[in-house]
């Protein structure tokens, strides 16, 4: 029924342009996810609010599953919101998107992320995480594991201890459904983190991961294609995104460089959840897997040429061009 089952933390975005200096200012480490509570969230917010653009549905897996439709695919979220109007904001955004909304509303408010953007187009995220880290295992829907092909999360969903239980669970229930599991490292801070549990995760479940330079580099010690061959050692398919190069595809042991796509960047919010979006509605709708990911390398393009991780124009009519491109 659906190509893939996202399961991840549903939040609202807001994309602020700031000067480099801005970041240093609010003790921030520049080009990361900054975790906070709400207070410092809200707090931050009330600083920068002169300077707010709008905002967006969010999370990680929320922008991957929005960007499968985009394309023409059938995707199912689930995860947590409050039940308030960001809640309710999400729900009718994913519907109107055409994307099943599986979401368990809490007591807590929903998750919020602000990106900051600065000239050099580095985002760094202050993010409150809210009712998504309350989703525990019980209210996770093993029917819409059962009837996708794909079951999709990222590290942030593997870091903090309710999240990784809820997930473990939901990752059994697929091995156990016979379902293929893609992963995607996420983030080079996680990995520093909490690299030997990823790593443990990784080699368990995973039939795809993907991973941009810097993760690969942690999670391996080596540059790029070795870095490559080592992950490809723990699953099917392994992709180590190389950003405007494009990326290399590990195949079955069979080694693949899919060029990247020239573009003006504005933002590359949400760059590697389009990533994943492509290649996972690549493979899930009958292409090969070069083919898959130069649909991932496009959409990534698409969407750092406008600000956010949503993108506003449909990208289904331009697939087979994008398929015959050299």
């Known amino acids: 029924m659906y190509d893939v089952f996202g399961l991840g933390n549903p939040m609202v975005d807001t994309v602020i342009k700031v000067a480099e200096e801005k970041v240093g200012e609010l003790n921030l480490t520049k080009g990361s996810v900054n975790f906070v509570d709400e207070k410092t969230a809200t707090d931050l917010l009330n600083k920068l609010k002169n300077e707010?653009?709008?905002i967006k549905p969010a999370g990680d897996v929320v922008n991957t599953m929005m960007g499968i439709a985009n394309l023409g695919g059938k995707a199912v979220f689930c995860g947590k919101v409050g039940n308030d109007k960001n809640g309710l904001f999400i729900e009718e955004t994913l519907t109107q998107d055409g994307i099943k909304p599986t979401l368990i509303k809490g007591n807590v408010t929903t998750g919020s992320c602000t990106a900051l953007v600065t000239p050099d187009f580095e985002r760094t995220m202050i993010t409150h995480l809210g009712a998504a880290i309350t989703l525990n295992e019980d209210e996770v829907i093993i029917e819409d594991i059962k009837n996708s092909k794909i079951i999709y999360v990222t590290g942030y969903i593997?870091?903090?201890?309710?999240?990784?239980?809820?997930?473990?669970?939901?990752?059994?229930?697929?091995?156990?459904?016979?379902?293929?599991?893609?992963?995607?490292?996420?983030?080079?801070?996680?990995?520093?983190?909490?690299?030997?549990?990823?790593?443990?995760?990784?080699?368990e479940f995973a039939d795809i991961i993907i991973a941009n330079e810097d993760e690969a580099k942690i999670l391996t010690g080596k540059e790029k294609e070795e870095a490559l061959k080592e992950i490809s050692k723990m699953c099917e398919i392994a992709i180590v995104k190389l950003g405007k190069e494009g990326a290399l595809i590990s195949n079955k042991?069979?080694?693949?460089?899919?060029?990247?796509?020239?573009?003006?960047?504005?933002?590359?919010?949400?760059?590697?959840?389009?990533?994943?979006?492509?290649?996972?509605?690549?493979?899930?709708?009958?292409?090969?897997?070069?083919?898959?990911?130069?649909?991932?390398?496009?959409?990534?393009?698409?969407?750092?040429?406008?600000?956010?991780?949503?993108?506003?124009?449909?990208?289904?009519?331009?697939?087979?061009?994008?398929?015959?491109?050299?």
């Open 52 to 54: 707010e653009t709008g």
């Open 158 to 203: 593997l870091e903090e201890p309710n999240l990784r239980q809820m997930a473990l669970k939901a990752l059994k229930e697929a091995k156990k459904h016979e379902k293929k599991i893609a992963i995607d490292v996420s983030d080079p801070s996680l990995v520093k983190r909490c690299k030997e549990d990823i790593l443990k995760i990784l080699e």
């Open 253 to 326: 042991g069979i080694i693949h460089k899919v060029k990247g796509f020239k573009v003006e960047t504005v933002d590359t919010t949400g760059a590697g959840d389009m990533f994943a979006a492509g290649f996972l509605f690549g493979i899930t709708n009958g292409y090969k897997v070069e083919e898959a990911a130069k649909i991932a390398n496009y959409t990534a393009s698409r969407v750092v040429t406008e600000y956010g991780g949503r993108l506003s124009i449909s990208l289904k009519e331009n697939i087979k061009d994008i398929i015959q491109q050299k």
